[in-house]
């Protein structure tokens, strides 16, 4: 049995109800997810309370693997984040190509945008998206800007129900049902590239992590089987994760 | 959504049995009634104990017992989880994420309601009693017994709100369970978590599956006690 924290994408999105029972037959390990935003599930990992980590947000898993609280970062799979909003879309950027530009004009307008606000993967993008539109999210920040510091499927709930628009990773957003008048936007920039990481974690820094059994998943995410269960995955037909653990650089 | 959606999604679980589902609802009742249980086994005696001892600062504690009703559920959950985090005092037990956290999580919350009740019951009885109890030979701690017996009704009514605030409380089971899939994962951690996936139709539909599971505790716990008061005459 290994604890793995996580994020609220691959557990809202359905992931790893798909891909553990198919690790567990193989290898009569039972994996327990937590699901929190990428900086708490960090958190947890550096507190000790889970064995390995899989996240998304880069440089905060480097930094965890500097300090010395993971063993080492390995890629395990990316999809995209897109920026979703009303249908009737006030701001004017449905089909823009350049995500930066689509933001600058949702500040312009100061059109209600619904920030995560939750130190999680999503919200570093959402962030640095901020800083590609040479805009200070701080300086701005007005009525419009609503941190909810909740997870992913909470921010489209609220981002529905107010006519906001919301950075989302397409994976929650696929698996989401309370769409209401939401609809994709802007896609395709590749500064919405979101890549995912998994982390053991250092049982040198807590002697208690079960570092056999976390680093069975962790080949098994990365090798062929896990690589193709998490490429299976599919919602209405759609692949979710794109798997690409051998990479190079990711 | 409409509320048809819902019920249409509770008759689905319910009659579907699927075993996500009654695992759900198991460990649900499993935690809260071992958390009432729990808090009853310290709480009641406890309780009594306060209701018929005279010390200096009584009134401070049961100011803090009563006040103690109102601790957040999120703030119990916080203060268990930094105890039992591997980096906490008690993180060698490894409890955090487990049901055991739970358990315990949910007695820190009922254990002061069913002080405070029982506080207060067994005081007004005590009071009535206290010469008859005392020409009996019984003082202090050894009429504790008999004043529990005799308030047993009204006792079990303060077990029941501590079961009502466990079986509804979100907040401290999402902080020290982690909302594990067939682990952790309880009725009303579920409903958020489905909430958060945007299918408030199966959200709803649980909430109402745990509406009924709390009328039917509540209508066992009385019918029962409706048979004790006649058999008592």
Sequence with gaps: MITVSSTTSTVDSGLFDSILPLFSARFGIDVRVVAQGTGQALDTARRGDADVVLVHARAAEEKFVAEGFGVARKPVMYNDFVLIGPKADPAGIKGMSDVAQAFAKIAEKRIPFVSRGDRSGTHSAELALWRAAALDVEAIRGPWYREIGQGMGAALNVAGAMGAYVLSDRGTWLGFKNRGDLDILVEGDRRLFNQYGVILVNPAKHPHVKAAEGQIFIDWLAGPEGQRAIGDYKIGGRPVFVPNADAPGA | ?233
Excluded: C
């Design chain 2, 1 to 233: 959504m409409t509320f048809t959606d819902a019920l249409a999604a509770a008759l689905d679980l319910v009659l579907g049995l699927d075993p996500r589902f009654t695992e759900v609802v198991g460990l649900s009742l499993r935690v809260t009634l071992s958390a009432v249980f729990l808090a009853a086994v310290i709480g009641l005696p406890l309780g009594a104990l306060l209701g018929i001892a005279r010390f200096p600062g009584r009134s401070g504690v049961i100011v803090l017992v009563n006040a103690m009703m109102g601790l957040p559920p999120v703030v119990a959950g916080l203060l268990l989880f930094l105890l039992l985090s591997r980096s906490g005092p008690l993180g060698s037990l490894g409890l955090l994420f487990t049901p055991g956290a739970m358990i315990a999580a949910q007695t820190l919350l009922v254990l002061p309601i069913v002080v405070a009740l029982t506080r207060q019951t067994v005081e007004d009885l005590w009071t009535e009693y206290r010469d008859h109890l005392h020409s009996l030979g019984m003082t202090g701690a050894r009429a504790v017994p008999t004043l529990l017996w005799d308030a047993r009704f009204a006792l079990a009514t303060a077990l029941l709100a501590g079961f009502g605030r466990a079986s509804a409380e979100v907040g401290a089971v999402l902080i020290v369970g982690g909302n594990i899939a067939g682990y952790t994962r309880t009725m009303t951690t579920a409903i958020a978590l489905e909430t958060s996936k945007g299918d408030l139709a199966l959200a709803l539909g649980l909430g109402f599956v745990l509406l009924v599971l709390t009328l039917f505790v509540n209508g066992a716990a009385y019918g029962a006690s409706r048979i004790g008061a006649r058999a008592a005459g």
